[in-house]
Structure formats: C-alpha cells, structure tokens
C-alpha cells in the first residue's frame, strides 16, 4: 500500500521560514519525479516545485528564489524548504509522486503565513 506522509506545516509570521516533509512508503521512490503543489479554497491545484529522478528542480515563478525543493531517495522523503514566506503563500501543500505510470497524492499540510 502507498502512503505519503507530509509533515511541518504550521503557523508563521511573514518573512518567516517552514520545511516541509513528505516520507513515502509502498514505492521505489528514487524512480518518482516528486512534486509539491498547493491549493487554496476555491483555487486549483498549484505546481510549486518538481525534481526528478536525476536531482534536477523546477520552480514556480511566484517561489524562485525563496523555496527549495530536495530528496533523500535513502529516507525515501522529500523536503520542501520555505524562506522568506508571504501571506500568499498560505494554501494547504500537497505532494506527489509520478513514476511508472501511476501518481499518488499525501493528505497535505495546511501552511498559513500570518501578517
């Protein structure tokens, strides 16, 4: 069965900072592209930040600069470091895994910067 697991959303002031967790079980996580995307009521699901298999990342424009995205294929688990945060960037985070022709999605961890 596959589960993924985030953890370390919470409570911050703007200009603060949040790492994100996503332990993954049930899969050969080193063969999944991980993403982590966010969502806001009412709003669709946003692609915030995606590295492959080869370590290789891509960044939302809105959190270039600001976010990074990093893998532990031995802990089978995905960061997601958040700097400099923004009442914007309040949303529930999701991660998600692609690989082998199928994608599983976390529970999500609500993230809420307060100004």
């Known amino acids: 069965q596959v589960q993924l697991v985030e953890s370390g959303g919470g409570l911050v002031q703007v200009g603060g900072s949040l790492r994100l967790s996503c332990i993954a079980s049930?899969?050969?996580?080193?063969?999944?592209?991980v993403d982590w995307y966010r969502q806001t009521p009412g709003k669709q699901r946003e692609l915030v930040a995606s590295?492959?298999?080869?370590?290789?990342?891509t960044y939302a424009d809105s959190v270039k600069g600001r976010f990074t995205i990093s893998r532990d294929n031995a802990k089978s688990t995905v960061y997601l470091q958040m700097t400099s945060l923004k009442p914007e960037d309040t949303a529930a985070y999701y991660c998600?895994?692609?690989?082998?022709?199928?994608?599983?999605w976390g529970q999500g961890t609500q993230v809420t910067v307060s100004s």
């Open positions: 049930g899969i050969i996580f080193s063969g999944y592209v």
């Open positions: 590295i492959n298999v080869g370590g290789r990342t």
């Open positions: 998600n895994v692609l690989g082998y022709g199928r994608a599983y």
